[in-house]
């Protein structure tokens, strides 16, 4: 079983940068395809980036070059560096994995960009 659990979200100004952390718990962290979604208020939750565990990256077309997707597997971690922020990006901020054929979300955490 996996626990994700998100932080680091919060208030900020267009522009502006926030880093999400999700903390996975389990021994098999290094394994796992790590996941950004959203869902901004009355819209459906939308994927954002993916990391592999070859450290590969990719990126939904309306992040690219803001938001950078990283790993640190000895701290069983999963960022997400967000720059540049636009008040389009206010949404819930859910980490999400697959692993032994079950689906694994955090609860979310509140990114919220002002005009």
């Known amino acids: 079983q996996v626990q994700l659990v998100e932080s680091g979200g919060g208030l900020v100004q267009a522009g502006g940068s926030l880093r999400l952390s999700c903390a996975a718990s389990g021994s098999i962290f290094s394994i796992l395809v790590m996941n950004w979604y959203r869902q901004a208020p009355g819209k459906q939750r939308d994927w954002v980036a993916t990391?592999?565990?070859?450290?590969?990256?990719t990126y939904v077309d309306s992040v690219k070059g803001r938001f950078t997707i990283s790993r640190d597997n000895a701290k069983n971690t999963v960022y997400l560096e967000m720059n540049s922020l636009k008040p389009e990006d206010t949404a819930v901020y859910y980490c999400?994995?697959?692993?032994?054929?079950?689906?694994?979300w955090g609860q979310g955490t509140q990114v919220t960009v002002s005009s």
């Open positions: 990391i592999y565990n070859d450290g590969s990256t």
């Open positions: 999400y994995t697959r692993a032994r054929n079950y689906n694994y």
